[in-house]
Every structure is written in C-alpha cells, then in structure tokens.
C-alpha cells in the first residue's frame, strides 16, 4: 500500500526558506510525476510545481524563481525548497504522486509565513 508523508513545514518570517520533504512508502512500484500543491487559507488546493519522471519541471508563475523542486528517485522522495517566503506562501503544502495508475496525496504541512 502506497503512503505518501510530507515533512518540514513550520513558521517562518518574510523572507525565509524552507525545505518540504515527501516519502512515499512502499514497494514494488513506479513514481511517475511528482508535484507539490499549495491550499491558502479558504482557497482552493493549487499547484505550485510538478516534476516528470522524464526531467520535466514546472512551476506555478506565483513561485518561479523562489521554489525548486527536486526528487530522488531511488530513495522515493521529493523536495520543495522553498526561498523567499512571502504572507502569501501561507497554507497547507501537499505531496501529490502518479503511482503506476492512480494518484496519491499527502496528509499535508502547514507553512506559516508572518509579515
């Protein structure tokens, strides 16, 4: 059964960085996309950054330039490394994975942005 934890949020000023880890547990698998989503308070669940399994990634145009998203596919883990945090950046994060044929979530972490 295919689990996914993500790890590392938590309260930060503007300006800040922050580094979300996500493990999927598991074996006997294939990841294929890995992305990461951002739920703002009282706002819908949106996507922040996408990484393929063929090297492709994406970016929402709201983050380019301050996260990257990185993944390790032996180890099973995606990373979103978060710079320059804004008030904004505030919410739930959330692992997403295409596994085989089905999509799975994370639980989520909450990034807290003060001004």
């Known amino acids: 059964q295919v689990q996914l934890l993500e790890s590392g949020g938590g309260s930060v000023q503007t300006g800040g960085s922050l580094t979300l880890s996500c493990a999927a547990s598991?074996?006997?698998?294939?990841?294929?996309?890995m992305a990461w989503y951002h739920q703002a308070p009282g706002k819908q669940r949106e996507r922040v950054a996408i990484?393929?399994?063929?090297?492709?990634?994406q970016y929402a145009d709201s983050v380019k330039g301050r996260f990257t998203i990185s993944r390790d596919t032996t180890k099973k883990m995606s990373y979103l490394k978060m710079t320059t945090l804004k008030p904004e950046d505030t919410g739930v994060y959330y692992c997403?994975?295409?596994?085989?044929?089905?999509?799975?979530w994370g639980r989520g972490t909450q990034v807290s942005v003060s001004a």
């Open positions: 997403h994975a295409l596994i085989d044929d089905s999509e799975y």
């Open positions: 598991g074996t006997g698998f294939k990841i294929y996309n």
């Open positions: 990484a393929t399994r063929g090297g492709t990634i």
